[in-house]
């Protein structure tokens, strides 16, 4: 077991190397320079050039890359080119919303698709599994800013439970600010937990046609015993990587949510940055969607060998 | 009085009836095989005593388990009766066991559910039955995972698992049909031994009557979903009366004549051929460590010879024949067909391939489902330069399939139109179309049966008369490759420890590995002795 999680602890770590490379390669190139943009078309060359020396595009490309992963490890990003400001600040206010929205989110999908894909594999065939298909169709087919929509119309603007919009920060105390973020999180959730209900359902579906579950039937058990004990822990695996796949979706692909309801999220951030050319905010905040990607994959795989032993014994 | 008496019973599923006044009795410490051939029903009678049937089933008739009658139980009570009253033994112990639970627990769970033991008595009593199915807990720890242990190893947990509480029955379906011949006749040792142990009434389910006829007290022989037969073993052995009866008796000893084979000129010449595999590298830095699944290998096969090659599970059968049809290099020694390598330069040698045809053993999974059958058979045409086309080709097609007994037809047809024994004959109709001078059958036989693997085993002797066949067989099934070749290689461990002319190797082995293989074969006793000291004959 140690074995195996050091494994892919290394290789959590040669992931990260190989993918702060190719970003930091990929918007180097990409067309556009920052200097230029800023200061418009008409600029003099001179002053192009002082203002690239200042946001230190002059020097060679291998040493900027070396200072900005260095940088990060020590948690300094550097300053946006457009306001001036440090990038860790700018991305640590943002990630205040995002992260306890993404976890939010997460797990109220988790929360909704659990029951709901145990109660439909359970039932299958039946009146029951057909409505949790249905709902789940309905699900997957809508999309979310639409709930979002609907969600804002029912609960803020006529029963007044919730506002339409906006965050009040976490200085306002832990309930407000989850409030601001329950409409968001659940518009979120919806479609997440239509998908993960289908996968939990199949893949149950298939662990309950495999032969143990015969033997176990023939040991005694009733069908619902049989289900809990011998059933579900087998058929987490597939239900662990599509939630491990949602999270890092949730993180920054919530950016129409947050355009919904005015949350000052990483989403915009990203948007705003990539308008404005402010490729260091860009860089920065990519990578660390990459990192987190990548931590969750870590913890995805440790998760696996918690259910599978045939894992550790890799 | 009966342990367990089926009356009458009636089974369909969504209608569609399956089971059709199946009668059948087993009493306390006795052993009662049900055999018939695949779809006769004797799986669904089994499953019938503990109502493990699948959804849409419907049951009538009586079938009483001791004080329980079983077809009105309500569910509380069917959950009491199993694991309790009947303990079940299933065919595929790969998959009969949960991956993500301990031996252990999963034996102490049967004694969990029926009682109220505590979790550390249920597992004392695990450890000890585990110890008298042959895994004691000093070398099989019950924290072991399945995927820790062999298949045989495996089906003496399932077997734990069904007899910890010293059920009044054990019913087995299939138990060794999955395993190693010599595996198989320990597990049959093992299970009647506990029968005479425990007292428990045994039905057996096999589709072998060799097993059948060594282990079994009485017999009721099944045929779409009736009892069509039954008796003590003895009796019914010499004296069987339904045709179908004789039938299977027949198929399953059944022995083919092969054609006289030509002057010896070598064909195939494997020399010195060895395969490793790397495992999967346990330390970054260390070198993988290696598997030698095929040590210098050598033999020779000559034009118009049919070679066998036995071994169990694992041994480097499959590996070797992989080499042999250039699907994998070898990493050393050389294969050679009429005098050219099957690989030069890291690449199969094209020239070599077109002239060497397989059949493989699964009829249903060797062929796409979306093409119709004149396609698949021409599939080797890939192999060749200047494929015929129209008429030449329709010509063979028509040629082919009319060698294995179908009809030219039949090439319209897609592939799930065809039985079992129908798509082994297309496999070879498949092989055969390019004349090939060499064909391999990798248990090719192993997933039919008996009556049409009879039928098949018929089809090669006819074709080594009209196209003289040379082929290598390879198989696990001892008296397959008896019947259906002039040489036999003994392959363990990666390794041919014996070879010589197939009657001498069966007649009398040398080696120790090919004597236990030979000893562990069940065989049907001989009629003709049996009617001799049969008193009822």
């Known amino acids: ?314 | 009085m009966n342990l367990l008496t089926i009356r009458d019973l009636n089974l369909s599923i969504h209608g569609a009836p399956i089971l059709r006044d199946v009668s059948l009795n087993v009493a306390p410490g006795e052993i009662v095989a049900v055999t018939g051939e695949s779809g006769s029903g004797k799986t669904l009678t089994a499953l019938s005593v503990t109502r493990l049937l699948p959804r849409g089933t419907d049951l009538s008739g009586t079938v009483q388990l001791g004080e329980t009658d079983i077809v009105g139980a309500s569910d509380a009570e069917l959950c009491g009766v199993r694991g309790s009253d009947v303990g079940m033994v299933f065919q595929e112990p790969m998959t009969a066991l949960n991956p993500v639970r301990t031996i252990g627990d999963q034996v102490a769970e049967t004694v969990l559910v029926h009682s109220n033991a505590s979790r550390a008595e249920a597992m004392e009593e695990a450890r000890r039955i585990l110890e008298r199915v042959g895994l004691p807990s000093d070398r099989f720890p019950l924290s072991l995972y399945p995927h820790e242990l062999s298949g045989g190893q495996r089906q003496r947990v399932v077997i734990a698992i069904a007899i910890i509480l010293r059920p009044k029955l054990l019913i087995a379906d299939e138990p060794t049909t999955a395993l190693d011949v010599t595996i198989q006749a320990q597990i049959l040792d093992l299970l009647r031994e506990l029968v005479r142990e425990f007292g428990m009434g045994l039905m057996i389910i096999t589709h072998d009557l060799a097993v059948v006829a060594n282990l079994a007290d009485r017999i009721y022989v099944m045929r779409s979903g009736e009892v069509v037969e039954h008796g003590e073993t003895d009796h019914l052995l010499a004296n069987h009366k339904h045709p179908y009866t004789r039938i299977l008796f027949e198929a399953s000893r059944h022995q083919v004549h092969l054609p006289p084979r030509p002057a010896p000129s070598p064909l195939l010449e494997v020399r010195g051929v060895a395969r490793r595999y790397k495992l999967p590298k346990t330390r970054l830095f260390a070198p993988a460590a290696e598997v030698e699944a095929v040590r210098d290998v050598s033999f020779t096969l000559e034009r118009g010879e049919r070679l066998g090659l036995v071994g169990e599970s694992g041994c480097g059968k499959s590996t070797l024949t992989r080499a042999i049809l250039g699907l994998e290099e070898v990493q050393g020694g050389e294969i050679m067909l009429g005098g050219e390598p099957v690989f030069t330069d890291h690449n199969p040698n094209l020239a070599v391939r077109r002239r060497m045809q397989v059949v493989f053993q699964d009829p249903f999974g060797s062929f796409n489902p979306r093409h119709r059958v004149d396609r698949l058979i021409t599939e080797p045409y890939y192999l060749l330069d200047d494929p015929p086309k129209g008429a030449g080709r329709a010509e063979a097609i028509a040629e082919s399939l009319t060698a294995v007994g179908l009809s030219p037809d039949d090439g319209r047809r897609y592939i799930h139109e065809f039985s079992g024994g129908q798509r082994q004959r297309i496999a070879i109709a498949r092989a055969l179309i390019i004349k090939p001078e060499l064909i391999l059958f990798d248990e090719a036989v192993s997933a039919l049966d008996v009556s049409v693997r009879a039928q098949i085993l018929e089809l090669l002797a006819d074709l080594c008369r009209t196209y003289a066949l040379s082929y290598l067989f390879i198989s696990h099934d001892l008296s397959v490759v008896r019947s259906v070749t002039d040489r036999t290689l003994v392959m363990e461990a990666g390794r041919i420890v014996e070879s010589g002319p197939t009657a001498e190797v069966f007649d009398n082995p040398q080696h120790p590995y090919t004597k236990r293989l030979i000893a562990s074969v069940p065989r049907i006793p001989d009629l003709q002795i049996m009617r001799e000291v049969s008193p009822n004959a």
């Open chain 1, 1 to 314: 077991m140690l074995r195996y999680a050091l494994q892919r602890f290394l290789s959590l770590i040669l992931s990260l190397a190989v993918s702060s490379l190719v970003i930091f390669l990929v918007i180097e190139v990409a067309p556009g320079d920052p200097a230029s943009y800023m200061l418009g078309i008409n600029a003099q060359p001179e002053t192009v050039a002082a203002l690239r020396a200042e946001l230190g595009l002059d020097v060679p490309k291998i040493e900027r890359y070396f200072a900005w992963v260095g940088g990060m490890l020590t948690g300094d990003f550097g300053l946006s080119y457009t306001y001036r400001t440090p990038v860790a600040e700018m991305i640590a206010d943002r990630l205040w919303v995002s992260l306890p929205l993404a976890i939010y989110a997460l797990a109220l999908s988790t929360l909704i698709a659990f029951p709901a894909g145990v109660y439909a594999a359970s039932r299958r065939g039946r009146t029951g599994d057909i409505a949790v298909i249905g709902a789940t169709q309905l699900g997957v087919a809508v999309p979310n800013f639409w709930f979002a929509m609907m969600l804002v119309l029912v609960f803020a603007i006529n029963l007044r439970w919730f506002s339409a919009g906006g965050f009040p920060g976490w200085d306002a105390g832990f309930f407000g600010a989850m409030k601001a973020l329950t409409l968001p999180a659940i518009s979120l959730a919806l479609p997440q937990a239509a998908i993960l209900t289908r996968v939990m359902r199949s893949s149950l579906l298939d662990i309950l046609g495999e032969d143990f579950l015969r033997t176990a039937r023939a040991k005694g058990l009733t069908e619902r015993q049989a289900l809990w004990s011998h059933a579900l822990r087998n058929a987490l695996i597939p239900v662990l990587t599509i939630i491990g796949l949602q999270f890092s979706f949730l993180l920054a692909g919530g950016i129409i949510i947050e355009q919904v309801f005015f949350l000052p999220g990483l989403g915009r951030l990203v948007f705003q940055s990539i308008t404005q050319r402010d490729l260091i905010v860009v860089e920065s905040v990519v990578m660390l969607l990459v990192f987190s990607v990548i931590l969750v994959n870590f913890l995805v795989d440790l998760a696996y060998a918690a259910v599978d032993p045939r894992l550790r014994s890799r």
